[in-house]
């Protein structure tokens, strides 16, 4: 008897990283097996996926996937381990736990996730959140490394986070200035750059300030104003100077809108520390010519609408929260705000589609058999401060000596700044779990390694965590490879050895019919399908006639929930703090590792570290299809690298006094003299003499955030050599 072979299906789903997009993607599945992978191609824009996810089978049949769990059995971040079998694994990760937990209390456990899964409802950090809260807490961590500085800019000077615009929205700019900003790259919601390239066609003026001649630079603007890293605050306030001094500046929308602008004013006119802030001092400090701050103003205050777009780069710097108030403030200045084409420069979230609580049912009191009275996390740690966190502990100022890490949907060694010390920091651990899909920098230092399988292994659902007008039900496409499960499978597993029993027991399609349900009270008033429906289409879209643009009835009625009610200019909540180096005015501060200790000290280059299109920060870093597509490599001028020697494809060794890189140098004039940048991702692979092969900028920067927290991983600086070997 002849059996047919399985037909050839398409199952709709979505790549759940931290890129900045959330796309469709269509997965062709035959007997199990994924065969290949398709993208929207109906009517524009579409939510286009780019090539790493179109290159999610390789991810998913990674030789380095993790199969069973695992146990250490050579020194830590050597990498060698032996299989055990699930049951073995959490009996030993229950069992260390509770003894943890006896002799030094709850908060020596530390919980370190970050974005590996992002805008998921059911499969994200959230699962080993609430185990370990019902485990009786955990010290957490905080901070982002994206977007910190514009989160508390906005929330300081806007009242919300709901201060962005939908990119069909670039059509209605007559000027859009990209600052620092890169969507061809780091995506910035899906179709943004559809969008830009619209612009540029029907004309719009775009134009470019960045340190580096960028892929969107280069795609969509008609001019590159290359600025130094750290000082895009003084080039800010040298324009809002101009607008001043020339009258410029919107005055009505100010007034009726705003509060503390004089402040602001005296400051920039100098009147309040008696220097002014004008284009000739701001172009000694970010080395953009005097006449080209001038004439930027002046284009700004005069083209409306306007566009000023940023999400974190200049902000990810030493004051990196100015930048983005300044940002916002010269919004105000020039009456951007509240009007279609115009930009708060903001976080970017839109007013559409789903609020980022959906989403949060795991941990939310409403939800049945959720976290009880009196659970509690532990003085949370700044991603940035882990590392001293472990070694220092209690003399160190923190609020524990910590024994265990427990770590899920991340890989804080490669991503968080200084991994050499982060390894010196976990292998003084007691313990350290990981849940980790493939064999990463930091599941190397775990003495358990827990397999947990890949987004297209199980059910979710998603929505874009930037804001959109759509949410993608992700259906599982093939069964779970290998021994891997979800996270939270591992955690229900989980639960009972650690004496807990109520964690839940409802599958993962009861969660996520009742994440749906409770979903459709936090929309910006959109109706949602049922959740069969939904279901079934994979899709969701809404309808809108127009653009969703952040506070559209500023006419009508006050949209800021700020103490005055206002854009503060002047924040009264910043200057409840009392921190010098957190002003309540936007205000440049030099910052340390900046240009001007870099023409004094040994280290004489500002490294900056760039998002990559082959990688969503380490995600995929491994697939091969996306390391041909850009050779991992470190930027230097021209200028800089015949200084040194160094010829394009040289391999060379970037230093600073925290740790040695070793990379190849690319040698290009598309970026500025006295700036290098390395992407960010690369695996760290340290040799026997500490240098790092892999090529993580990790390894450079400093282990250290902003006043108001913001990740600085655009303030370093190094000294590079050619390396002869
Ligand atoms: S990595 Fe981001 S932009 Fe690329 S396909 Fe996935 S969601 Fe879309």
Known sequence: ??????????????????????????????????????????????????????????????????????????????????????????????????????HFGNEAIMYIAYSGNTGTFLHSQLGVFRLLTLFGGFTPCWGSASFWGSLFSSEATYGTLLAGHTPDDILNAGLILMWGWNPAETVQKTN??????????????????????????????QEWVPIRPGTDTAMLLAMAHVMIT????????????????????????????????????????????????????????????????????????????????????????????????????????????????????????????????????????????????????????????????YITNANPVNQFMNSNRAAEALSSLDFVVVHEQVMNATARYADIVLPVNTNFERNDIIRPWQGGPYCIYMNKVIDPLYESKSDLDIC????????????????????????WQEAEKMTHGEKLPDYDSFKQMGIHRME????????????????????????????????????????????????????????????PLQLISTHSKRRIHSNMHTVAWLRDLEPHTVWINSVDADERGIADGDAVRVFNARGTVQIKARVTDRIMPGVVSMGQGAWYQPDENGVDLGGCVNVLLKDTHSPAGAFCSNTCLVQIKKYLE
């Open 246 to 405: 020339e009258n410029l500046h919107d005055l009505p929308f100010l007034e009726k809108n705003t509060s503390g602008f004089e402040s602001f004013e005296q400051y920039v006119l100098g009147e309040s520390d008696a220097l002014s802030k004008t284009p000739a001092w701001a172009a000694q400090i970010t080395g953009v010519p005097e006449e080209r701050i001038v004439e930027l103003a002046r284009l700004y205050a005069t083209t409306k609408p306007a566009k000023l777009l940023t999400l974190g780069a200049p902000g990810r710097s030493a004051f990196g929260e100015q930048f983005h108030r300044a940002a916002a403030t010269l919004a105000a200045m020039t009456g951007n705000i509240g009007i279609y084409g115009g930009e708060p420069a903001g976080f970017g979230l839109p007013p559409v589609g789903l609020k980022p609580e959906a989403g949060t049912g795991l941990i939310a009191r409403s939800m049945p058999g959720n976290l009880p009275e009196g659970a509690r996390q532990r003085k949370a740690i700044h991603i940035t401060r882990l590392w001293d966190a472990i070694l220092t502990g209690k003399q160190g100022g923190h609020g524990a000596d910590y024994k265990m890490a």
């Open 1 to 102: 008897m002849s059996t047919s072979p399985e037909k050839e299906t398409v199952r709709l789903t979505s790549c759940p990283h931290d890129c900045g997009g959330r796309c469709l993607l269509k997965v062709h599945v035959q007997g199990g097996k994924v065969l290949r992978i398709e993208t929207d191609d109906g009517e524009e824009p579409q939510l286009r996926a780019c090539a790493r996810g179109r290159a999610y089978r390789q991810r998913v049949y990674a030789p380095d996937r993790v199969r069973t769990p695992l146990r250490r059995t050579g020194k830590r971040g050597q990498g060698s381990f032996e299989p055990i079998s699930w049951d073995t694994a959490l009996d030993e990760i229950a069992s260390r736990m509770l003894d943890i937990r006896q």
């Open 192 to 221: 943004t750059a559809w969008y830009l390239a619209r612009a540029r066609e029907q004309g719009t003026q775009i134009i470019a300030i960045d340190p580096r001649f960028t892929d969107s630079a280069a795609a969509f603007a």
């Open 492 to 515: 229900r597993l989980l639960a009972p050895r650690l004496g807990i029993d109520t964690y839940g027991d409802m599958s993962d399609d009861d969660w996520l019919r009742d994440f």
């Open 544 to 603: 809108r006639p127009k653009p969703s643009i952040a506070f559209e009835k500023l006419d009508k009625e006050n949209p800021f929930p700020t103490p005055s009610g206002k854009i503060e200019i002047y924040s009264s909540t910043i200057a409840e703090r009392n921190d010098p180096e957190l002003p309540p005015i936007p205000t440049y501060i030099e910052p340390w590792e900046g240009p001007v200790e870099a023409e004094s000290g040994s280290y």
